[in-house]
């Protein structure tokens, strides 16, 4: 019997779409991600997930991710349930992560996790029935963030293609810019903050140009269509003192937009500390809050991808609530 059961698993497992890293996706798949997301700003609420339930399971903090995947969940009817912290779990009784995805997916149609181990939600796609969401495994990917960032990117240039993108602060533990490396052509970070080289030997790989810089100057500004800024990630270095040494490395300040291009806009997957000046957030350059908005409409396209509801069926739905 439990042999039986385990062959279903398997073989249902070949058929589900989990949702674990970007690099999975094909140019014409991401293209499609973000038609699937202008039919959801079109219409957030709908029942296109009516009766279904969505488990979120946060081993690390967020606010914007759960708190989006979850509004996504609930505008698209669907039943949310899951923990925002692990200490509120049997994690503390010493339950493995492998128990409690085969208990979680027991009860859920679909599972949203974030873990702090590289490569978790890679493991638990591979021992889950129901498919697997990629919130964020430690220091290596967030493709949610990375796909709301692409959707960003499109609506305020209108393509993704030939853009002047400059991702500054820091490459080496920053887990949004890990993902949205196939987007970059600029990488500004100090030498302790530098893109790790299996990241570049991705872009070579994949015939992907990119140019390192140490400078972040108004030359560089002014030369960009994205400013994608990141926080310094405290909690990633084992040496605090090394923390101290680069956390201020580089702070956008409103002085320093003086000569942007007028299309330019400034990206920051959030939380900022203060790598982003106050001041800036009324210039009109700044977009940070309105892309953590945008992360909405790209979390129903991916419960949508997960649940293979097509965007003929988005188009078509006669369950949108006005
Ligand atoms: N951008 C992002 O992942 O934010 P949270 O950590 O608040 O989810």
Redesign the pocket.
């Known amino acids: 019997m439990i042999n039986l059961a385990v062959e279903s698993k398997k073989s249902y497992n070949i058929m589900k779409h989990d949702f674990v890293t970007i690099a999975d996706l094909s140019k014409d798949k991401i293209m499609y991600m973000i038609r699937l997301a202008q039919e959801f700003e079109k219409h957030p609420n709908r029942e296109l997930l009516k009766g279904k339930i969505v488990a979120t399971l946060f081993f690390e903090?967020?606010?914007?991710?759960?708190l989006s995947f979850e509004t996504a969940a609930n505008r698209l009817g669907a039943k949310v349930i899951g923990f925002s912290d692990a200490k509120a779990s049997s994690v503390t009784k010493g339950e493995t992560l492998k128990d409690t995805i085969l208990m979680v997916s027991n009860y859920a149609d679909v599972i949203v996790m974030r873990h702090y181990i590289e490569g978790a939600a890679q493991y638990a796609s591979e021992i889950s029935p129901v498919p697997i969401v990629n919130?964020?495994d430690g220091a290596h990917m967030?493709p949610s963030?990375c796909l709301l960032d692409l959707y960003s990117i499109y609506k305020t240039q209108g393509t993704l293609e030939n853009l002047n993108i400059y991702l500054v602060g820091d490459l080496k533990y920053g887990r949004?810019v890990h993902s949205l490396i196939t987007a970059m052509r600029h990488f500004i970070a100090p030498e302790e903050l530098a893109m790790p080289n299996e990241y570049k030997l991705y872009c070579k790989q994949h015939g992907i140009k990119f140019e390192e810089h140490t400078e972040f100057n108004d030359e560089i500004i002014a030369n960009a269509d994205i400013l994608y800024m990141t926080r310094v990630q405290k909690e990633r270095f084992s040496d605090l003192m090394e923390y101290e040494r680069v956390k201020n490395v580089y702070i956008l300040k409103n002085s320093m937009l003086k000569n942007a291009k007028e299309n330019m806009k400034i990206l920051h997957?959030?939380?900022r500390v203060n790598e982003i000046a106050y001041d800036v957030d009324a210039n009109p350059h700044a977009y940070y809050i309105q892309q953590?908005g945008n992360g909405l409409y790209a979390r129903e396209a991916i419960f949508s991808h997960v649940l293979d509801i097509s965007i003929d069926d988005v188009i078509n739905d006669n369950t949108i609530i006005k």
Do not use: I, N
Request: hydrophobic share 20%; proline share 20%; charged share 15%.
């Open positions: 903090p967020s606010t914007r991710t759960r919130a964020g967030h963030q949004t997957p959030l939380p953590a």
